[in-house]
């Protein structure tokens, strides 16, 4: 039996000793590289954090020591230590969770696996230790440098920092990376702190050789020492923690679990708030992960572990491929067309117009609210910016949005990808409460495409408009076939134009719901249900068309892959009092609930968003709506 196979608690870890510990990190790393390659998942992240996650349950007692963890996704090593081996559904329906999961594990304290808020959850877990008089619990935040990027980490380190006698210790995971290589000001910052290894070992055997010296060496010290914050200044910038009030240690080789140990225990015994610093390497210990310049394997699909090579064929492009082009070709065409990114350069399709235009793109790092007050800023400047992010993340800058960004009525283009369900990275990654959010925004314009000439063209639409801001949304997945219009309808396309001069049903398809509603549509026609099947092509504001075209069926679905409360079919049932137009409105949309982490089909089944399911639905309306006969008999 390997060693891995006997750690069935972080307590187990203690009993082995050093050569027994890098044998155990070798097997991690042999299981992450094999166990990934089948299900796909976070490789690169977990690869780096070996040693240091070892270290870390070796030196704290989880889980009565809170042990944080941001992002999530670097939290695959934390699950084999803590008892959970079987890797084989990992991300899928059933199997464990690709973050951390209060469902799993008493270990697992928080589940939220949107960057920078690691050190505010620690803020309030070791103040609640500090009320309830809890002195021996520990609580340890492990943060990625990719997360201390973003603001909310420094509003905690703020807080953190103003306690100098309330126990927290902050690991510092600096691989120089997020997903891609670490930006800014802060990264620099490290990698000057990475340089200055040899200043605590120089400072040491100074402070030996002048306190050495007969009769003047202790009061030339105590001098000197007046000028040590100085002298560290010029040689260790490490002062930018402690001027916070952080005990700062490091760096230290995050590979290294006896150094990583020995800090660790320097922490513990310091009773207040500790940075400790460790150096690691995303991707360690596997050849082509290192060679990935790009994110170093920092997701990868299901793959051959020897070769890398997917394990199946590629099933068509992907929405942020298509969307990715066409703005390379709007650049060439509009000069005044800029680019952001929030430390996601590559997921969302930037990487040909960085090639392309690199004066005209910027990745802020993790950093969602700044992105969009800075293109407000790029707009008034007179410039076009399009800030791609993924859809759950735009949930951060909401009211950057609302106040900066719509109050002044700035064209900026919000470009949104994983739209809707994204499926195997569970309920924080869900795109599912956009259409929600910027329902209630003044000015702004949504566009939901349905098919990959539907995005080209809206895309175009929505830098086209300069006095408010536009959203484009799509979801993660290959984009299907076109999805032909058979005529249109003020500015919406109409898929499906029925026989019947009465139609029953007026389905309105949002985006790439469209090929559903369009099979549900023919299930109805099956049933003798007559059905029109619309594309409003912008969601927001409703189209002025919509309330006459709906006078002519008895009843509306609105089919969206968005949460029911506030989203798009709201929207069109207050469009439709407002013009007086008395009908049932279905909405055919997300329940208001945390989806767990499945395929996106697989979830999309789970809550009815199904041609089945919908056909259903909308069949129980009409039989409901129905007058009895002997009802109109009475009224003749």
């Given at each position: 039996?390997?060693?891995?196979?006997?750690?069935r608690?972080?307590?187990?870890?203690?009993?082995?000793?050093?050569?027994?510990?890098?044998?155990?990190?070798?097997?991690?790393?042999?299981?992450?590289?094999?166990?990934?390659?089948?299900?796909?998942?976070?490789?690169?992240?977990n690869l780096?954090?070996?040693?240091?996650?070892?270290?870390?349950?070796?030196?704290f007692?989880?889980?009565?020591?809170?042990?944080?963890?941001?992002?999530?996704?670097?939290s695959?090593?934390?699950?084999?230590?803590?008892g959970?081996?079987?890797?084989?559904?990992?991300?899928?329906?059933?199997?464990?969770?690709?973050?951390?999961?209060?469902?799993?594990s008493?270990?697992?304290?928080?589940?939220?696996?949107?960057?920078?808020?690691v050190?505010?959850?620690?803020?309030?877990?070791?103040?609640?230790?500090?009320?309830?008089?809890?002195?021996?619990?520990?609580?340890?935040?492990?943060?990625?440098?990719?997360?201390?990027?973003?603001?909310?980490?420094?509003?905690?380190?703020?807080?953190?920092?103003?306690?100098?006698?309330?126990?927290?210790?902050?690991?510092?995971?600096?691989?120089?990376?997020?997903y891609?290589?670490t930006?800014?000001?802060?990264?620099?910052?490290?990698?000057?702190?990475?340089?200055?290894?040899g200043y605590?070992?120089?400072?040491?055997?100074?402070?030996?050789?002048?306190?050495?010296?007969?009769?003047?060496g202790?009061?030339?010290?105590?001098?000197?020492?007046?000028?040590?914050?100085?002298?560290?200044?010029?040689?260790?910038?490490?002062?930018?923690?402690?001027?916070?009030?952080?005990?700062?240690?490091?760096?230290?080789?995050?590979?290294?679990?006896?150094?990583?140990?020995?800090?660790?225990?320097?922490?513990?015994?310091?009773?207040?708030?500790?940075?400790?610093?460790?150096?690691?390497?995303?991707?360690?210990?596997?050849?082509?992960?290192?060679?990935?310049?790009?994110?170093?394997?920092?997701?990868?699909?299901?793959?051959?572990?020897?070769?890398?090579?997917?394990?199946?064929?590629?099933?068509?492009?992907?929405?942020?491929?298509?969307?990715?082009?066409?703005?390379?070709?709007?650049?060439?065409?509009?000069?005044?067309?800029?680019?952001?990114?929030?430390?996601?350069?590559?997921?969302v399709?930037?990487?040909?117009?960085?090639?392309?235009?690199?004066?005209?793109?910027?990745?802020?790092?993790?950093?969602?609210?700044?992105?969009?007050?800075?293109?407000?800023?790029?707009?008034?400047?007179?410039?076009?910016?399009?800030?791609?992010?993924?859809?759950?993340?735009?949930?951060?800058?909401f009211?950057?949005?609302?106040?900066?960004?719509?109050l002044?009525?700035?064209?900026?283009?919000?470009?949104?990808?994983?739209?809707?369900?994204?499926?195997?990275?569970?309920?924080?990654?869900?795109?599912?409460?956009?259409?929600?959010?910027?329902?209630?925004?003044?000015?702004?314009?949504?566009?939901?495409?349905?098919?990959?000439?539907?995005?080209?063209?809206?895309?175009?639409?929505?830098?086209?408009?300069?006095?408010?801001?536009?959203?484009?949304?799509?979801?993660?997945?290959?984009?299907?076939?076109?999805?032909?219009?058979?005529?249109?309808?003020?500015?919406?396309?109409?898929?499906?134009?029925?026989?019947?001069?009465?139609?029953?049903?007026?389905?309105?398809?949002?985006?790439?719901?469209?090929?559903?509603a369009?099979?549900?549509?023919?299930?109805?026609?099956?049933?003798?249900?007559?059905?029109?099947?619309?594309?409003?092509?912008?969601?927001?504001?409703?189209d002025?068309?919509?309330?006459?075209?709906?006078?002519?069926?008895?009843?509306?679905?609105?089919?969206?892959?968005?949460?029911?409360?506030?989203?798009?079919g709201?929207?069109?049932?207050?469009?439709?009092?407002?013009?007086?137009?008395?009908?049932?409105?279905e909405?055919?949309?997300?329940p208001?609930?945390?989806?767990?982490?499945?395929?996106?089909?697989?979830?999309?089944?789970?809550?009815?968003?199904?041609p089945?399911?919908?056909?259903?639905?909308?069949?129980?309306?009409?039989?409901?709506?129905?007058?009895?006969a002997?009802?109109?008999?009475?009224?003749?």
């Amino acid at each position: 039996m390997s060693l891995l196979e006997n750690i069935r608690s972080p307590r187990d870890l203690k009993a082995l000793d050093a050569e027994e510990l890098t044998e155990l990190a070798e097997e991690i790393r042999h299981f992450l590289v094999h166990a990934v390659a089948r299900t796909g998942g976070h490789l690169g992240p977990n690869l780096g954090v070996v040693e240091l996650t070892i270290a870390l349950h070796r030196s704290f007692d989880s889980p009565s020591d809170r042990i944080l963890w941001d992002t999530g996704h670097q939290s695959y090593v934390h699950k084999l230590l803590t008892g959970r081996q079987d890797f084989s559904k990992l991300r899928g329906k059933g199997g464990l969770s690709g973050y951390p999961s209060r469902a799993e594990s008493e270990h697992d304290v928080i589940e939220n696996s949107h960057a920078s808020t690691v050190l505010s959850w620690a803020d309030g877990l070791a103040k609640a230790n500090q009320v309830l008089g809890r002195w021996n619990d520990h609580v340890v935040a492990v943060v990625g440098d990719g997360a201390l990027t973003g603001g909310m980490a420094w509003e905690a380190l703020n807080n953190i920092a103003a306690a100098r006698d309330r126990p927290l210790i902050i690991v510092v995971n600096d691989n120089e990376r997020s997903y891609a290589p670490t930006i800014g000001g802060l990264a620099n910052h490290l990698a000057t702190l990475r340089t200055t290894d040899g200043y605590e070992r120089f400072l040491a055997r100074g402070k030996e050789a002048v306190q050495s010296l007969p009769l003047i060496g202790k009061p030339l010290y105590e001098s000197l020492h007046g000028a040590k914050k100085g002298f560290k200044d010029a040689f260790a910038p490490q002062g930018m923690f402690e001027d916070l009030g952080l005990k700062y240690l490091g760096p230290i080789d995050g590979h290294d679990i006896a150094a990583v140990e020995s800090a660790l225990r320097r922490a513990k015994r310091f009773h207040g708030p500790v940075l400790v610093h460790c150096r690691t390497q995303k991707g360690r210990g596997y050849r082509p992960a290192l060679e990935d310049e790009a994110d170093r394997f920092h997701t990868v699909g299901v793959m051959n572990p020897l070769t890398c090579e997917p394990l199946a064929p590629s099933d068509g492009r992907s929405w942020t491929s298509v969307f990715g082009e066409e703005l390379v070709r709007i650049g060439a065409e509009r000069p005044d067309v800029v680019a952001l990114t929030a430390a996601m350069l590559d997921p969302v399709g930037l990487t040909a117009f960085a090639r392309a235009y690199p004066d005209r793109v910027w990745d802020v790092g993790i950093a969602e609210q700044h992105a969009a007050t800075s293109a407000a800023g790029l707009a008034t400047g007179g410039l076009h910016p399009v800030f791609a992010v993924y859809a759950t993340f735009l949930n951060r800058a909401f009211d950057q949005v609302l106040m900066d960004v719509a109050l002044h009525k700035c064209g900026v283009t919000f470009v949104l990808d994983r739209a809707g369900v994204t499926g195997t990275d569970g309920p924080s990654h869900n795109g599912m409460w956009d259409l929600s959010l910027l329902q209630v925004v003044p000015g702004l314009r949504i566009a939901a495409p349905r098919d990959a000439g539907q995005l080209r063209a809206q895309l175009r639409e929505a830098v086209d408009v300069t006095d408010a801001p536009t959203v484009v949304r799509y979801p993660k997945e290959k984009v299907g076939p076109d999805v032909p219009a058979v005529g249109r309808v003020g500015g919406m396309d109409v898929l499906r134009r029925p026989e019947a001069e009465d139609p029953d049903v007026l389905l309105v398809a949002v985006g790439t719901m469209a090929q559903v509603a369009l099979d549900a549509a023919g299930l109805l026609d099956a049933r003798d249900t007559a059905c029109t099947v619309v594309d409003p092509r912008w969601v927001k504001p409703v189209d002025p068309a919509l309330p006459d075209l709906a006078r002519r069926h008895r009843m509306v679905g609105v089919v969206e892959d968005n949460v029911r409360t506030g989203g798009v079919g709201w929207a069109v049932a207050q469009a439709l009092r407002d013009a007086g137009v008395d009908l049932p409105v279905e909405t055919l949309g997300l329940p208001e609930q945390f989806l767990a982490h499945a395929k996106r089909s697989e979830v999309l089944a789970d809550v009815g968003l199904t041609p089945v399911e919908i056909a259903g639905r909308i069949s129980a309306v009409l039989a409901r709506t129905a007058r009895p006969a002997t009802a109109v008999k009475e009224n003749a």
